[in-house]
């Protein structure tokens, strides 16, 4: 019988996504008031041919796209889960890196202070929908190109969003980390390991990431008792940065930042499982 489905709790999914969003803001806006930010917004960062720039902007679309479109006519589409988006979201990748670029010729093509401002009212824009009565509804549905998915769920997705691309900040500028928000980083962990096991069904590996997440997959001989014979063990970060594809799997192993015992330990084909 598969795992029943994680739920996410609503009231912390909405904290989390405040909290995640009010420290990209601030870490843009500081930025931004560098003498030599032009410079920064400028630079490169391990998303393809993306600057920094676009990745603010990019960032910004993510933030005000439920806002934008929460009240758009719902016109029927499947469902689609979290474990679902995850798989799918990378056959809009397309789409996403037009939308990134056209915004950062438009509202953050200014100069660096322009940038601030338009990521602070992006910002503002989701943290305002938050607090109104329709991101507190369990059955309020909202529809993108992918399915149709409760908008409870669709804020999770803004977590994973603000989370994976605030690591992408971070990398592009130099920073030894960010400040995530500890609840963000547990739900982007728990529904990228789950996403792992709906990819790679089974129950020869138990893959640890603790505090949050343990599951079992991949096909083989499954464990009832005791150690389990195949076991891979990450901390979070690795764990997002493997399965979002910032990281390498063999580099991570080498560094110890991955411990992989047992013949089928080796995840490597399963991964990335965000597209």
């Known amino acids: 019988m598969p795992p029943k489905p994680r739920t996410y709790q609503p009231q912390k999914v909405r904290a989390a996504l405040a909290a995640q969003t009010g420290a990209l803001r601030d870490a843009v806006r500081q930025l931004c008031e560098r003498p030599d930010a032009e410079q920064w917004l400028a630079r490169p960062t391990r998303l393809g041919e993306w ?10 679309v993510q933030l005000d796209f439920v806002p934008e ?3 758009d006519p719902l016109e029927g589409r499947a469902p689609l889960d979290l474990p679902g988006w995850v798989a799918a979201v990378g056959t809009v990748a397309p789409l996403l890196d037009e939308q ?3 915004r950062a010729a438009g509202d953050f093509g200014g100069d660096a202070a322009s940038v601030a401002r338009a990521f602070a009212r992006a910002a503002a824009a989701l943290t305002g929908l938050l607090d109104r009565p329709e991101a507190a509804d369990p059955v309020r549905r909202f529809e993108i190109r992918l399915g149709s998915m409760t908008l409870a769920d669709m804020l999770v997705t803004r977590l994973v969003e603000t989370v994976v691309h605030a690591d992408d900040l971070a990398a592009a500028l130099g920073l030894d980390g960010f400040p995530h928000d500890r609840q963000a980083v547990a739900a982007v962990t728990r529904l990228l390991a789950d996403a ?3 990819r790679a069904p089974g129950g020869a590996v138990e893959l640890r990431i603790p505090p949050y997440a343990v599951v079992q997959a991949v096909e083989g001989p499954r464990h009832t008792r005791g150690t389990p014979p195949n076991v ?4 979070p970060l690795t764990w997002i940065r493997l399965a979002a594809g910032r990281a390498d799997w063999a580099a991570a192993v080498d ?4 411990s992989a015992s047992g013949e089928r330990s080796d995840l490597r084909e399963y991964l990335p499982v965000l597209g």
């Open 255 to 258: 560094a110890a930042a991955v």
């Open 196 to 198: 792992f096991a709906d």
């Open 69 to 71: 479109h929460l009240d």
């Open 51 to 60: 600057t920094v720039r676009e990745l603010i902007a990019h960032l910004a």
């Open 232 to 235: 891979v063990e990450t901390d």
């Open 100 to 102: 990134a670029r056209a």
